[in-house]
């Protein structure tokens, strides 16, 4: 059993959308530092930002988007918007090549052109793979065995999703980026700008082919009035203090969705208002409690995702002092290695679930080895071994740079092992925060749960940026010099590597306590 032609479709599709993402974001700190002249810390923080702002958006145009469009426009449009963004980007590269004196303008058009990357992918991304998913209901197939087979089609439409999304992101980060660095980064912009452009031809040729939600489905609910709906039944509600909790009926909703009749049937009646209009203010209480009991664990999750802004950033900057050359000609691009995570992730994945929970069910006797939370606590203490292990390769480096007064002699491939080591931690948490929020939602609240995982990153991401302005104005208060500086040779990146350790060190810690006293849905189901 495969898959469809417009599932094989929008998985290019998707691919295409990774590979011109990744070959702006990649390298996007090379671009700041080296043509907009940009200082190291500004740049970084520029990138955390807007790679923040980029992940949070999908929150906001996710519901308009299914409230007010069906998915097929909604990609049809921020696509474009998507195409503006990029050739915008493209000409900054061209002004600052021909036109260097005009930085003013240059810089404020870099600034809209981001923005509209942001947008458009923000509104294309979550339709793209709402829409995909779409392609897997036909209606073609008899009732019996299409229930039989949607499970096992759906994982594997998932699977090869992943596989299309990684390998855009690593031809992306591997031929952009050398691309950039040879070339130059007008033909560098230019090419991620026609990748979508292609994209959207691919995407309009399929329209005959694709299955397409009834108006009904589509408008179904309209989640943007809804939200509106409960924000002013639940004001009134608190004005006349009639505010009502259902404690102990918190998922009968779910289960008269799933069609099971596991409770009497005043209860369902009783409750059926509660889906049916979500405007009732104890659903709004209802998710309020669901949301607050996950917050700490969220919360937890965070510097796991500041970790992961520095490859971006920081990391880069460290290769490009290091020693990057194969051969007499050729030299590697330092963005190149954020391959290796990718890489890491497609080889490994897996060898997760035919190796080590096998191994693992073998030690602990348990039938699925370790749980979800025990996932992402391994993947955090990961993490951690990561930035223990840059920082020790950056002292190292330091210490050479005091002899050499540009490239330090010391090969860039002792970065890679930090590079695997956040391509495997990705396997362990990444993985688990989507089941851990999936499973700890009532289905009313499936969308709730993506908006949670995806808004850790986002928020993440604005926290790197954060902290290193708190770390900037205190560093250089005793003698003016940040740690980081301009010159490599006198940055302290080790310094900010070893806080991340020990914030994040003191966040695992934290999370293993909260896992101690945290009780998941199912337990919950089981007391009562």
Request: glycine share 6%.
């Amino acid at each position: 059993m495969g898959l469809s032609k417009s599932c094989i479709m929008l998985i290019v599709i998707a691919g295409k959308e990774r590979f011109a993402f990744k070959g702006v974001a990649s390298n996007l700190v090379t671009y700041l530092t080296d043509v907009v002249k940009m200082r190291n810390s500004s740049a970084a923080k520029t990138v955390n930002s807007w790679c923040g702002f980029t992940s949070m958006l999908p929150l906001l145009l996710a519901p308009l988007a299914d409230s007010y469009w069906d998915r097929y426009s909604t990609i049809l449009a921020f696509s474009f918007i998507y195409v503006v963004g990029l050739v915008a980007l493209t000409s900054t590269a061209f002004t600052w090549e021909w036109y260097p004196t005009n930085k003013i303008s240059s810089s404020s058009f870099l600034f809209w052109s981001l923005c509209l990357i942001s947008l458009g992918q923000g509104g294309y991304n979550p339709s793209l793979q709402a829409f995909g998913a779409d392609q897997l209901d036909s209606d073609n197939e008899l009732p019996t065995s299409k229930d039989d087979k949607k499970s096992s089609k759906k994982s594997l439409f998932f699977k090869w999703w992943y596989f299309g999304v990684c390998s855009g992101s690593l031809l992306g980060v591997t031929v952009m980026s050398y691309i950039q660095d040879t070339f130059g980064w007008v033909l560098g912009f230019a090419i991620p700008s026609i990748a979508m452009v292609t994209s959207i031809a691919f995407f309009s040729f399929g329209s005959r082919i694709y299955i397409y939600k009834s108006d009904d489905e589509i408008m179904h609910g309209k989640p943007f009035q809804n939200i509106v709906q409960v924000i002013k039944v639940a004001a009134s509600k608190l004005k006349k203090s009639q505010t009502v909790l259902p404690l102990e009926k918190s998922d009968v909703v779910e289960l008269e969705l799933q069609g099971k009749p596991l409770c009497d049937e005043q209860n369902l009646n009783g409750n059926k208002a509660l889906d049916e209009n979500p405007g009732n203010s104890s659903y709004l209480v209802e998710n309020a409690r669901i949301i607050l009991r996950l917050l700490p664990i969220w919360t937890m999750l965070l510097m796991f995702a500041v970790i992961f802004q520095q490859p971006a950033t920081f990391f880069t900057k460290q290769g490009m002092t290091m020693k990057r050359n194969i051969g007499s000609n050729f030299k590697i691009p330092p963005a190149t290695l954020q391959s290796a995570i990718t890489v890491s992730i497609i080889l490994l994945m897996p060898l997760y679930d035919t190796i080590l929970i096998p191994i693992i069910q073998f030690i602990t006797r348990g039938e699925k080895g370790i749980n979800v939370m025990q996932r992402m606590g391994i993947g955090m203490f990961l993490s951690i071994v990561a930035m223990v292990i840059a920082a020790t390769v950056e002292t190292k480096r330091l210490q050479m740079s005091k002899q050499h007064s540009e490239t330090v002699p010391l090969s860039i491939f002792w970065l890679l092992p930090q590079y695997i080591l956040l391509g495997i931690s990705d396997i362990f948490t990444v993985v688990g925060m989507q089941e851990f929020f999936y499973n700890e939602v009532p289905i009313r609240m499936r969308t709730m749960a993506f908006a949670l995982y995806t808004s850790v990153f986002g928020v993440g991401s604005f926290l790197s940026a954060l902290l290193i302005s708190v770390i900037e104005v205190f560093s250089s208060a005793r003698d003016g010099q940040s740690w980081f500086s301009d010159d490599m040779s006198k940055a302290r990146l080790d310094l900010f590597y070893w806080v991340l350790a020990l914030a994040s060190a003191l966040s695992l810690l934290l999370y293993v306590i909260l896992c101690k006293f945290f009780k998941s849905r199912s337990d919950l189901d089981n007391r009562k």
